[in-house]
């Protein structure tokens, strides 16, 4: 066990990742807060539109830079093996494969994901008090907005309150579960190709796409009695009958229970798991 | 330390050598030449598990290499050609990196520093590719692993520099260690190695120690025509020739590396036959 995951080890693993890496790690989290306040000012100051500030516009916000940056970022966490020079210092460092695993998904994905959020929450927050100065309920009757006034809630990634969370309102959970699996497809994209993964890792992930589509509309499909699936749910087929009624063949809810769990809590630690397997047959 | 048993070794499909046999023991600096392709810096990255050979059997300290185990790579040290040290100062990479190899000792680490005359708080990437690759040695050599490769060590380092290198290396060896040292300038091993082992395409062509060959071979000028036709390999040097010839009188004599490896590689047959007779 110890030649698999010592502790100290991980610690040291995850001082010395720090201390190399802490430069382009503090830059690329400067850079999303840019972004990120520029964008609030954008459309607060440009748009003029107080509706940019609703809470479903804030969790857009949130989730598209979720999505963006943190793909970005994952492409970048195996640099290691741009080059040859350094894939050398990455392979023959002390550690196991399981280490040096845990420590890229350390920063790449529980540090990112925490302080991505929480740059969110404090611009968003700041932006949020700025649209009530500006889009106070005077100005709101001074451009004819008639009452109930425009109130502006922070949509905050804490709250459990449906109506002010981001997690918690709509499918926006099922945004946040989907996250983590296409992110992990970043990260392994990183492990097999060493230059412009980002382009080859959404070109694959693209055709994945298209041939699970492909195979659903050109094979699934035609080999069934002409229906549809249930809008709610993959688990229920629906067949017109002639007489106006419908057959509904469905799964048991616990089959559907299963596979909705899988796709959010099970894809994500199964593409790592593959990650620590492409680590462990690298070579230089 | 190291069993080589028919390891081949290969890029996909191309070879770079096949059905290799070596033994390398601690208590000794070995010296691994052969010319530019012949798989020198292959068979270091095989036996430090960063390349996996396509068949045969390795076995590192009872380790397999492949395996890349901590325990493994913590007692081992290679410091390669190419390589790229991290935007840290010397001692926040002693820092960072030394608790990673349990027998680093610091002080030896220091000391080498100021041999080779490069401060502590000294950035790594202020510092030129001969002083970096300094560095580099000394953290290998302070590691104090139990094997320690190295790939053309003495590559990009000047005069002094070099010299500097082979004494400090040969300073800091004991009998629990084995060095393998790479490089295609044989005069560069000069004064360091006891061992030399020379590959070429078909595999290994001479592993010999320093004082085998010196016993059973003589180096030396001649200037006289006759001299030439009992030598083994000979060639023509300003007014006479340089010859290299069975060693008759039983006097050890300083060993030509660069003549030894030159007959090595014209007749490797012969010489086979004289050492393995």
């Not at chain 1, 980002?198 to 492909?214: A, M």
């Not at chain 2, 996909?12 to 392709?37: E, M, Q």
């Not at chain 2, 000792?105 to 080498?112: A, I, L, R, T």
């Not at chain 2, 084995?178 to 560069?188: A, G, L, P, T, Y």
Request: aromatic share 14%.
């Amino acid at each position: 066990m110890q030649e698999v995951l010592s502790f100290k080890r991980l610690i040291n693993v995850l001082g010395k990742n720090w201390y190399e890496y802490r430069k382009p790690y503090l830059l690329f989290f400067l850079s999303v807060t840019i972004f990120m306040a520029g964008w609030f000012i954008f459309s607060l100051v440009v748009f003029r539109n107080q509706m940019h500030m609703s809470p479903g516009d804030q969790a857009a916000i949130y989730f598209m830079g979720l999505y963006v940056s943190g793909c970005l970022s994952a492409s970048f966490l195996f640099q290691d093996f741009s080059s040859k020079a350094r894939a050398f210092n990455f392979l023959s460092l002390p550690a196991s494969a399981l280490e040096k695993l845990c420590c890229i998904l350390f920063y790449g994905v529980l540090i990112f994901f925490i302080v991505y959020t929480a740059i969110y929450f404090l611009t968003d927050w700041v932006a949020v008090k700025i649209a009530g100065n500006l889009y106070s309920p005077e100005w709101q009757q001074s451009h004819g907005i008639t009452q109930p006034y425009f109130r502006f809630n922070v949509a905050s990634p804490f709250s459990l309150n449906a109506d002010r969370s981001i997690f918690y309102a709509g499918d926006n959970f099922d945004l946040l579960a989907a996250f983590f699996p296409i992110q992990a497809c970043f990260v392994l994209g990183a492990l097999y190709f060493s230059k412009n993964s980002i382009v080859k890792t959404v070109i694959i992930l693209f055709l994945l796409l298209f041939l699970f589509l492909t195979l659903e509309t050109r094979v699934l499909f035609p080999s069934m009695p002409w229906g549809t699936t249930s809008v709610k749910s993959f688990s229920a087929y629906i067949i017109p009958g002639a007489d106006g009624n419908e057959l509904i063949v469905a799964h048991p809810s616990w089959i559907r229970n299963v596979v909705i769990f899988a796709a959010r809590f099970l894809i994500a630690p199964a593409i790592w798991l593959a990650c620590y397997f492409r680590i462990k047959e690298k070579q230089i | 330390m190291v069993r080589i048993e028919n390891l081949t070794c290969g890029y996909g499909k191309k070879i770079v050598f096949r059905d290799l046999n070596l033994n390398f023991r601690n208590g000794t600096i070995y010296g691994l030449l052969g010319k530019n392709g012949t798989g020198k810096t292959t068979l270091l990255n095989t036996i430090a598990g960063l390349r996996f050979p396509e068949s045969g059997r390795l076995e590192v300290m009872k380790y397999a290499p492949s395996k890349r185990q901590p325990t493994f790579l913590e007692d081992i040290f290679f410091i390669p050609e190419e390589f790229q040290l991290p935007p840290l100062s010397i001692a926040q990479y002693q820092r960072y990196y030394s608790t990673f190899y349990p027998k680093f000792n610091s002080y030896e680490f220091n000391d080498y520093l100021k041999l080779f005359e490069i401060s502590i708080g000294d950035k790594l990437q202020e510092l030129s590719y001969g002083q970096r690759k300094k560095v580099l040695v000394s953290f290998g050599l302070a590691a104090n692993t139990s094997l320690l490769l190295l790939d053309e060590p003495t590559n990009g380092l000047d005069i002094m520099g070099k010299s500097q290198v082979r004494k400090i290396i040969a300073g800091a060896f004991t009998d629990q260690k084995c060095i393998i040292v790479s490089s295609h300038q044989v005069k560069d091993l000069e004064n360091l190695i006891d061992h030399i082992v020379i590959i070429d395409e078909t595999g290994v062509i001479l592993n010999q120690s320093l004082a085998d060959i010196g016993e059973k071979l003589s180096f030396k000028i001649s200037f006289d025509p006759g001299d030439l036709e009992w030598s083994i390999y000979h060639e023509p040097i300003l007014r006479g020739h340089a010859i290299v010839a069975m060693n008759t009188d039983g006097i050890e004599n300083k060993i030509d590396l660069e003549l030894l490896y030159k007959a090595t590689v014209s007749k490797p047959k012969l010489l086979n036959s004289i050492f393995n007779d």
